[in-house]
């Protein structure tokens, strides 16, 4: 039986445009009021509005997710938006996780196509941990 090989590069701009696209709208839409958020449990509200009340730290990461968007879509910095995005997606992933289980499966697909842009240019990350 032949076993499927994928090749990373093939399904890498694919992946960077959908990425790009989910991050650009999302960004947009919380510093343009385009759609309502989506119900979310109490304890879900509770956290994500303290942070939106703070006042800058949603406004912060949402301008991260819109530069690493267009970065993401005209295909440059590519690995240093990587690392930018890395966190937010983690945090991302860890909240749907624990606080709002409903957008987990949005979550995971971020999860996958920063992990297949990240497989991509592995070796640029693995230079982040050699010796000098």
């Known amino acids: ?3 499927l090989k994928i090749n990373i590069q ?3 701009k ?3 445009f959908l990425l790009g696209a989910i991050f650009l709208f999302s ?3 919380y510093f343009f009021d385009l ?3 989506p119900e979310m449990s109490m304890a879900a509200h509770l956290f994500f509005s303290s942070i939106v009340k703070t006042n800058y730290l949603m406004g912060v990461i949402k301008s991260i997710e ?3 968007a267009i970065l993401f879509l005209i295909n440059r910095y590519v690995f240093q938006a990587t690392l930018l995005i890395l966190p937010i997606i983690i945090n991302i992933f860890l909240f749907h996780l624990f606080l709002d289980l409903p957008g987990l499966a949005l979550a995971v697909v971020l999860v996958i ?3 297949v842009i990240a497989l ?3 070796n640029r990350y693995l230079d982040l941990f050699k010796e000098e």
Do not use: C, Q, W
């Open 1 to 3: 039986m032949e076993t």
């Open 14 to 16: 694919p992946a960077r």
């Open 113 to 115: 196509l920063v992990l």
């Open 120 to 122: 991509s240019k592995k």
């Open 10 to 12: 093939s399904i890498e």
């Open 27 to 29: 960004s947009l839409n």
């Open 66 to 68: 819109f530069v690493v």
């Open 35 to 37: 759609l309502k958020m």
